[in-house]
């Protein structure tokens, strides 16, 4: 138990997201809240992106005799129905505490903890819609392997949602195959959350350094107020509210509770930026290990672009995130750094396509749209995006392997140009 303490109210969850991670956090989570009344209400809404689908004929859900079945229905039916995602996590039992909801509006209300799980392409959408409807005082985990990013300024997900929200928001990645997660095949993950100084002043989780971007702190230090304000570079102020002292604390050990199973194993930490930022750029590294795989190059080719790219991951941490705290462990020795890397880089979404498209000689997004079945590759995204970050500053040079997966995805050099594009001049360091 996460408390000692009765508190009057319970936390309510709600997942943002319903692809096959999204379904498998909702099941993990869905299962720890059947498990804990003492912190978190049962049920878990988990919003859907309504689409209409048909339930397939090889679904173990399948009846000939239904029409749920033999029709085109909504997803969300489908879900609340079969009490499984048919369409992006099938044969997976989902618990029957989870709600599939297609109104974000409602499926955020009331609830304390919003687990957001959806390709970040789509989060500053998203965010708008959220504006003004959640609790003032809500706290966020971002499962999104992304940043957000411009020619000059680089950020977070779990920033930019909090900055857009006015909540703290932390994250959580690791070396997680949705599907082996569901199946529940034993997995580690790690969950970065710096409890904000006015929650933690009732806790007794350690706190870590302040987790701030490179252009913004949503964590000042003077508190002894139930709200805090803090302004931005951009002159605008930002609230965060404390969570009502009616409520289990959302530290280190809840949030243990909340995403903790016997199969899925999590290390809690303080260190948000470097969790963050692993789960983003460890997906351009995985393309390059499938395009070299896709070559046929055989596995030293493969721990060596896994090396390369683990330093440039360190260093791009460092170099663009001075202040935040950031440690060289997290990418080292956490599950969100060099076991995600390794698992990214050995049978990964974002390994496997661009690995087929080197055999099929087609381009990975062209992959893409006939492999993922309306799924995104986050790596394709992240990519362009660094890229276009690296060059902004001036400092396309010193990341030569993150910039060779932009060359090699806009045509500008071959898979077989990798050796050429990340070698050392000797004696350099």
């Known amino acids: ?13 709600t997942v943002l997201g319903s692809g096959n991670w999204g379904s498998t956090i909702a099941k993990l989570v869905a299962e720890n809240t059947a498990e804990h009344p003492e912190l978190f209400e049962p049920e ?45 996590l099938p044969s997976i039992p989902l618990p029957k505490n989870i709600v599939a909801n297609s109104s974000v509006e409602d499926a955020v209300k009331d609830s304390t903890i919003l687990i957001f799980n959806l390709p970040h392409q789509f989060i500053n959408n998203l965010c708008k819609q959220l504006t003004g409807r959640i609790l003032p005082y809500a706290r966020g985990i971002s499962c999104i392997k992304g940043v ?16 857009k929200l006015g909540i703290y928001c932390g994250a959580l990645s690791g070396a997680n195959i949705a599907t082996e997660v569901a199946l529940e095949k034993f ?4 969950v970065a959350y710096d409890p904000p100084p006015m929650d933690s002043s009732r806790y007794t989780t350690p706190k870590g350094p302040t987790p701030k971007s490179s252009h913004l702190d949503l964590k000042a230090l003077t508190i002894n107020t139930p709200d805090m304000e803090k302004e931005t570079s951009t002159g605008s ?18 949030l243990h509770t909340l995403f903790h199973r016997p199969y899925f194993h999590v290390h809690v930490i303080s260190d948000v930026t470097a969790v963050s930022l692993s789960g983003a750029l460890k997906n351009v590294v995985a393309l390059a290990a499938g395009f070299v795989s896709g070559l046929q190059w055989g596995d030293n080719a493969k721990a060596a672009i896994m090396r390369v790219g683990l330093l440039e991951m360190v260093k791009f941490g460092h170099m663009f995130f001075p202040v935040s705290g950031i440690q060289t462990k997290t990418f080292t020795e956490e599950s969100a750094g060099v076991a995600d890397l390794i698992t990214s880089c050995s049978s990964g979404r974002n390994y496997r396509c661009a690995k087929m498209a080197v055999e ?5 997004d062209e992959v893409e749209k006939t492999e993922l079945n309306g799924q995104i590759l986050q790596g394709l995204g992240t990519a362009r995006e660094v890229f276009g970050f690296l060059k902004g500053r001036g400092r396309v040079g010193e990341f030569p392997l993150l910039v060779g997966v932009y060359k090699i995805l806009q045509g500008e050099a071959k898979a077989t140009d990798i050796p050429e594009l990340i070698s050392r001049p000797h004696g350099s360091e």
């Open 44 to 88: 878990v809404q988990m919003w859907v992106y309504e689409e209409t689908v048909t339930v397939p004929s090889n679904s173990k859900s399948y009846d000939a005799s239904s029409e749920l079945c033999t029709k085109p229905q909504k997803l969300t039916s489908l879900i609340n129905h079969f009490h499984e995602n048919v369409k992006y």
């Open 187 to 190: 997995s580690e993950t790690t």
């Open 237 to 254: 102020k930002q609230k965060l509210k404390a969570l009502p002292d009616t409520y289990p604390p959302i530290d280190h050990e809840t």
């Open 1 to 13: 138990m996460a408390t000692l303490g009765v508190h009057e109210k319970r936390h309510k969850v």
């Open 148 to 163: 957000d990013v411009s020619t000059s300024t680089i950020s977070l997900f779990s920033e930019t949602i909090g900055q």
């Open 360 to 364: 099929r000689g087609v381009s990975v």
